[in-house]
């Protein structure tokens, strides 16, 4: 169908009428668009509300559960409602159109149209099943759904926990499943499919999905039917029925079994309407009457309709064009969803099931740790084609906007946890698209910061929307942003976010200066909004630097990365490795035994670190409780291998033993380490002590590295290894030990407080305004006066240390965390399979999984 629209494109005298049906996320958009756009005035705009509110944030609906408020749900800044060209109309249907007469009709009257837009989206669909009207049954999709929902379940006087049921495991039932257990009742969620989130993810992701939201207490059904509804004496629903004759009690129940367009306005008016619903339209979103458009969840478009907001979003963009004149085109849309349900992370990108011709599939399951990954790749295993993250989905803003892209690295290292790989910024091509609920280009991004001058989150986000949906793709968004700064020279704003007007540095003096310690509380009194995935990640370091609390207390738990949330690094098999603390590798006869036996006992495969510790590999979660109190009780501790915090402090053996040495290097090393154990930091640390300039402890490879002089100590900071490696350079020379141990004490909590999250110290020194020279005057000389502070926030952290394993082993609520399936703490996975080689265990590959009929093979040489 021809879509040029040779009478919008030329102007008249009076402007133009564009009335809109529905008062939606996609209506809004469309009108935002028109306005920002149509500076002429070219049309005025009616905007129609059948709910009793201004457009809001639909996709945020279960932030109602959190505290959000319907206030805070709305859309926009308010300013439509001031605009005299926009009049919205709240709590008023449209009952009819007239394409003919170019009418719509509004309490009963027709108003005539120059253009019309069909925005009426969904309704939530019911199955036609006994009972699905009772009292207690509600669907999903309003506020005042939502609203209802929570006074039916308070209201509900039991002396015992409400029971409620939720039919469907998609997207919107683990929403729900989320909202019930929200209000604290018990929840059953029931899936016509073989798993949950059918639609969004693949077997293994829909197992390991199960495993978590099982392991929350809520119970899962998959491939049950749901045959009806029981009203009890009162009339009111009391049980569930499903097709097999099973019966479960439900006080409540919610449908959340998809949707239906909203196409009836369009069927009366004898528009064509598609095969399973949705008005259809062409590439130009045109219906086939004249100058009436569709977008949104109503519109068919392509042969289907959409139920996510960004391809309504797309349409939306596409309608703006065309009423302007333009020949905008509908491109398709991306259907990637990245989404946090029940508090879990589920990604799903591109081609999810792996259905193009010869594709590739790298899968990282850890049935323990309850984390799948999976990427598609195409047939040479360069180009990536899709993926599934259920359980840690971080590393997804970096891996959508590559989609159609070579990898450049091995598929596995952006698999493994902590993301593996930085997220790309200046390569990455103009055509990527960053943001997929908005559509936005990282090409758009960079043109609006050149050529529309945003040099902030903010005004980068009003200007091209990206980010302003669910936000996932904020972190890439802002590293674009500085790239494009900084290439042209420009200044680099140093607001974390738009929730916070601070840089890291300075919400770290406000945290540490006011005493807040939760995220609700500093977001509130020194922010704005709910916060994102950019500021919730740095308040946690901040949070965990300032050693508020245990890193499993109640509220800092839930923004760890997950190696914190179990205390133990995830290896790639899924089960855990655990390093005690040995301070400066230095070790005792009964330690090695000690350590020696646990191994053997749990049957762990042991290796010597880089670090002088000794690693054990292979530990189940519900085994670490029981590892650590052997360990703990042969006075060993947390080595923190897992945190962004002080790891190891290396040493050689020093004057002691050696015939060269100058200085008792081992000691200095355990002195350090036991002072920095525990702390905290933007990134890992690490530190290492020669006792002569022989250097054998690698000490300039280190953020902190001394070596002995014949006067003392030279200071060396800033040494990495990882990807870019930097040698250490000189800080300080010939310093006595309490010189040295005061400049160190400096030099790490001001990196601790100004440095970005997760920048290592070799670029922070490098970034640092003035390089090294300006951070010897501040350690050195005081420069800003903050020494005294550095000092006592040292002195504190000293004071306050407690070791994080022990203080575990001693408190029930935390150690309830460990175990892996919620009625079988016993149970072994059977994924986990082990080869023996060179007289250890180790995980088999793949082929040798294909192998092994017993539990263990051994691999010949
Ligand atoms: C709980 C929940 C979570 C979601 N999560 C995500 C997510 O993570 N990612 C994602 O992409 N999508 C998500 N969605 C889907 C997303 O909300 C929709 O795709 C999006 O809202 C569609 O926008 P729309 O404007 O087309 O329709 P809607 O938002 O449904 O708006 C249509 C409006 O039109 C009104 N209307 C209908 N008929 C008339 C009439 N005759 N006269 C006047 N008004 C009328 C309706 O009352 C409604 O207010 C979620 C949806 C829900 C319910
Ligand atoms: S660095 Fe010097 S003191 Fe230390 S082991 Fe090497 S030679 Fe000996």
Redesign the pocket.
């Known amino acids: 169908m021809s879509s040029t629209h040779p009478s919008l494109a030329s102007r008249t005298d009076r402007p133009r009428r564009l009335r809109v049906?529905?008062?939606?996320?996609?209506?809004?958009?469309l009108v935002e668009a028109l306005r920002d756009r149509d500076a002429d005035g070219t049309w005025t705009v009616d905007l129609?509300?059948?709910?009793p509110r201004a457009?809001y944030d639909?996709?945020?609906?279960?932030s109602y559960f959190s505290g959000s408020t319907p206030d805070d749900l709305l859309l926009g800044d308010g300013s439509l409602h001031d605009d005299p060209l926009v009049t919205v109309h709240l709590g008023?249907?449209?009952?009819a159109i007239d394409t003919d007469a170019r009418t719509v009709t509004v309490d009963g009257s027709d108003e005539p149209y120059d253009a019309l837009v069909l925005?009426?989206?969904?309704?939530?669909f019911v199955p036609p099943v006994a009972g699905a009207d009772l009292p207690g049954a509600f669907v999903?999709?309003?506020i005042e759904d939502v609203q209802a929902l929570e006074s039916w379940v308070q209201g509900l006087d039991l002396a015992r926990p409400v029971k409620g049921v939720v039919v469907g495991g998609g997207?919107?039932g683990l929403?729900?499943a989320g909202a019930l257990h929200g209000l604290g009742a018990e929840a059953t969620v029931v899936e016509f499919a073989d798993r949950l989130m059918p639609l969004q993810v693949d077997e293994g992701g829909g197992a390991a999905l199960r495993r978590i939201v099982e392991g929350m207490g809520v119970e899962v059904r998959t491939s049950t039917a749901t045959a009806g509804l029981h009203a009890g004496a009162d009339g009111r629903v009391s049980s569930m029925e499903f097709a097999d004759g099973a019966k479960v009690d439900a006080d409540v129940v919610v449908f959340a079994t998809g949707?239906r367009p909203?196409d009836?306005?369009a069927r009366e008016a004898g528009l064509v309407v598609g095969e399973r619903g949705g008005v259809v339209v062409d590439d130009g979103c045109l219906t086939v009457a004249p100058d009436v458009y569709a977008?949104?969840?109503?519109?068919c478009i392509h042969g289907r309709t959409?139920?996510?907001?960004?391809p309504?979003n797309t349409m939306a963009e596409v309608v703006v064009d065309r009423l302007l004149g333009g020949e905008a085109t509908f491109p398709g849309a991306d259907t990637s969803?990245?989404?946090k349900l029940l508090g879990v992370d589920v990604a799903s990108f591109g081609d999810a099931f792996a259905e193009s011709p010869g594709s590739l599939e790298v899968v990282y399951a850890d049935p323990v740790a309850r984390v799948y990954k999976k990427l598609v790749m195409s047939d040479d295993a360069k180009t990536l084609l899709g993926g599934v993250l259920v359980g840690d989905a971080s590393a997804y803003a970096s891996l959508r906007p590559m989609l159609g892209a070579e990898l450049g690295a091995d598929p596995n290292a952006w698999l493994l946890p902590e993301g593996g790989v930085a997220p790309p910024t200046g390569e990455l091509p103009d055509a990527a698209n960053v943001c997929s609920?908005n559509n936005v280009t990282a090409g758009t991004i960079r043109a609006a910061v050149c050529e529309q001058h945003c040099t902030d989150l903010g005004s980068l986000k009003a200007c091209t929307k990206a980010g302003t949906?669910?936000g996932s793709c904020l972190p890439l968004v802002k590293n674009l942003l500085n790239a494009e700064l900084k290439k042209s020279g420009a200044e680099v704003s140093t607001a974390l976010c738009e929730h916070f007007a601070f840089s890291r540095a300075q919400l770290f003096d406000i945290i540490s200066v006011t005493g807040l310690r939760t995220f609700s509380e500093i977001i509130a009194s020194h922010g704005s909004g709910r916060g994102c995935d950019i500021c919730r990640p740095v308040v946690a370091s901040i949070l965990a630097s300032l050693g508020t609390g245990h890193v499993l207390d109640k509220d800092l738990a839930r923004l760890q990365d997950t190696n914190d949330h179990v205390m133990a690094n995830l290896q790639k098999d899924g089960t855990y490795s655990v390093v005690p603390r040995v301070p400066g590798g230095e070790i005792t006869p009964a330690g090695l035994i000690a350590i020696g036996e646990v191994a053997k006992d749990f049957g762990l495969y042991t290796k010597i670190t880089g670090g002088q510790r000794i690693d054990l590999f292979g530990a189940r979660l519900e085994q670490l409780p029981a590892i650590w109190r052997r360990l703990v009780d042969a006075g060993f501790e947390s080595g923190h291998a897992y945190g962004k915090a002080v790891r190891t402090v290396k040493s050689c053996v020093g004057s002691t033993w050696c015939r060269y040495g100058v200085q008792d290097s081992v000691g200095l090393a355990v002195d350090l380490e036991l002072r920095y154990r525990g702390l905290r930091s933007p990134h890992k640390l690490k530190l290492g002590v020669s006792g002569c300039a022989r250097e054998c402890a690698e000490a300039r490879g280190k953020d902190v590295g001394v070596i002995a002089t014949d006067k003392g100590w030279n200071l060396y900071v800033g040494g990495n290894g990882g990807f870019t490696p930097r040698h250490a350079q000189l800080f300080a020379e010939d310093l006595d030990t309490e010189e040295l141990i005061r400049t160190i004490d400096r030099f790490l909590m001001y990196y601790v407080r100004t440095a970005d999250r997760l920048q290592r110290t070799a670029p922070w020194v490098e970034e640092h305004e003035g390089g090294l020279e300006a951070i010897q005057a501040v350690v050195l000389e005081d420069s800003l006066g903050i020494c005294a502070d550095l000092d006592a926030a040292m002195a504190a952290h000293v004071e306050n240390y407690r070791d994080e394993w022990a203080a575990t082993l001693a408190d029930p609520e935390k150690l309830s965390q460990f175990v892996s399936f919620i009625n079988s703490p016993e149970s072994s996975d059977p994924d986990l399979t082990y080869v023996e080689e060179r007289g250890q265990r180790r995980p088999a590959t793949p082929d040798e999984r294909h192998l092994i009929a017993g539990p263990t093979l051994e691999v010949r040489s």
Not at 21 to 29: E, S
Not at 92 to 95: A, G, K, L, M, W
């Open positions: 049906i529905g008062g939606g996320m996609v209506a809004h958009r129609y509300c059948e709910e457009p639909r996709v945020g609906l279960t008023t249907p449209v009952t925005a009426t989206g969904s309704s939530a999903y999709r309003t997207l919107l929403e729900a949707v909203r009836e306005l977008v949104g969840e109503v519109a959409w139920g996510l907001v960004g309504g969803t990245k989404l609920c949906s669910c």
